[in-house]
């Protein structure tokens, strides 16, 4: 019974990790950039989904579409007003341009954290799930939303699937990520990619932060572990590799639950952290990391 | 090393130690407490510069190696009540270890992969202080039974004494030989490793410098608080402070560092009747120098100064 029960909560978190992660893992393999401020950004998502229906007083399902819009306009400012001045500085030397675009953006993941403490307090908020009350899964009560949040999950990672191996835009963001000279030499304009996988960055982010809203709750504390948990996972898997990110994803989901289960709650995260420090050892590209 | 002494650079700072060491006898405690935990800042900042700025290690963790320091020193004082010069040397000591351990997986991973795994590291080690909270105090802090002085002038001349020595041996390594091998070898380690240089023992060496003055700087710092807590020491939010600190002032300067650090704790507190709103207005003007002062700004007048 212990085992369904750890089966199928897992289950949901794992799905929120992955599709937190792999936004995340998207922009680090087609511009080589690590989003420090991807916490924040499904933070404001969530809290946007939340003031949308507790002080905008509009229903539901355009409230979670606001969060995602939110999060969408966050992620093209993170782009235009931090990482591409950076990347484009003349002033900054080629090799150092990692740890500036790291620095900024964690700035700037600060900046957006410290606002919504300012406006929305350090409160945590709950977003109103979608889909309310339980389901009994051979004898396991388990919330709807939980189910739903899985295949919300499943739905939008197989969306991402198809968009970025069936369509031209995603074969174009492929193949950027494989080779960016190449990319431009066969007339396609770097820029506008970049401008693409933002947007869907910025989309994905908000979908997870969103769900993250309704499922657990969040408030301008969470920042800093979603950044990390997120970090963590991708690099467990593989930086850039989206396969590996889904892979560690749940690994990490699976791990923390059944440690919060058999041991305590307490020590949830400490495994997952093991895991990692190991992994870097045997390991250092990750699960399915190219070097 | 002899033009150094000439230098405007030297001077400036010789000024401005001896200003700062002459400000307990008119301003207001209140002013010295805050300069005191800014200096202690600064080494941390300082220590941070050397393996990022010269041996390329992008460390997540400063506070892995501060903690450490502060906690051995807080918790042998706590448990055994040993002397506070013994703890702190035993703290800086623990933290040199510390620092070994870090340096391990630098050996191996780059990049974002080394930042990771010293984030992690922090993380440990925020567990292990919540979960043996019987030991370090858990989430509550640590209460530290002896200070070393509580005059404050006598705390801010030792916070400021303390910071001039390390300054000058931080900075005296950085211009030396080593100095340049590190910075070779953090820029293309290849080429370094071609010249014969050991890449392994020099970085090693830097990072056990850097540990030292970081848990040296942390033990003190937690005899000057009285008490030891994660959210002074190990939260990944002070780490963030030093890295932001150094990159202000301008990375590869080390003097720079401290100066970030300074500017960083006083504007923090200046900005104080803002509310909620200071932790903000501190990161937008810290992006705003990223953005467009890269060099920091002791890197932005030091170029002035070679351009004229």
Known sequence: MLALQILIDGFAISALYALGATGFTLIFGVSGVLNLSHGAIMVAAAVAAWAAASVLHLDIYTGALFGVGVALIVSFATYFVVVKPIQNSTRIPNEEKEIFVLTGTLLWGIMIQELIAYFFTNNAKTVLPIVEGVVDIFGNRTPRNNIFTALVCCLVIGLLWLLVNRTRTGKAVLAASMNPRGVTL??????????????????????????????????SYSVGPLTASAFSIVVLGGLGSVSGSLIAAFVVGYLETITAYMISPAYRTIPALLLLVFVMYIRPQGLLGRR | MANFFSSRL????????????????????????????????????????????????????????????????????????????????????????????????????????????????????????????????????????????????????????????????????????VGLVLQASGQDPVQAGALGFNIVKHKLAAFIVSAFFSGLSGALL??????????????????????????????????????????????????????????????AVALLVVLFF???FLGAALSREARS
């Open chain 2, 10 to 177: 030297f001077f400036i700072s010789l000024v401005c130690v001896v200003v700062a060491a002459t400000l307990p006898l008119y301003v207001s405690g209140y002013i010295l407490g805050l300069l005191t935990v800014a200096f202690y800042f600064g080494v941390f900042a300082m220590a941070w510069d050397l393996l990022f700025g010269f041996a390329g290690e992008v460390n997540f963790g400063p506070t892995f190696l501060i903690g450490t320091g502060a906690y051995t020193a807080g918790i042998l004082n706590n448990q055994y009540g040993w002397s506070v010069y013994v703890c702190i040397l035993l703290g800086a000591l623990a933290s040199v270890v510390a620092g070994f351990v870090l340096a391990l997986p630098a050996l191996r991973v780059r990049g974002p992969y080394f930042g990771l795994t010293t984030l992690v590291a922090v993380l440990m080690l925020q567990n292990f202080v919540v979960v043996f909270a019987d030991l370090t105090g858990g989430e509550i802090g640590l209460t530290i039974p002896d200070v070393i002085t509580i005059n404050a002038g006598v705390n801010y001349w030792i916070a400021l004494g303390f910071m001039t020595v390390s300054a000058a041996i931080l900075y005296g390594l950085s211009q030396s030989p």
């Open chain 1, 186 to 219: 066969l007339g396609l304009e770097l820029t506008q990619i970049y401008i693409v996988v933002w947007g869907i960055y910025g989309i994905l982010a908000g979908i997870a932060g969103v769900l993250l809203g309704m499922f657990l709750g969040v408030s």
């Open chain 2, 222 to 283: 937690v005899f000057y608080f009285g008490t030891a807590s994660v959210g002074t020491v190990v939260d990944v939010a002070v780490g963030v402070n030093v890295i932001v600190s150094a990159v202000l002032g301008g990375r590869r300067t080390v003097l720079g560092a401290a100066l970030g650090a300074i500017f960083l704790i006083v504007a923090g507190e200046f900005l104080r009747p803002t509310g909620e709103l200071a932790t903000f207005i501190v990161s």
């Open chain 2, 294 to 296: 890269p060099g920091g």
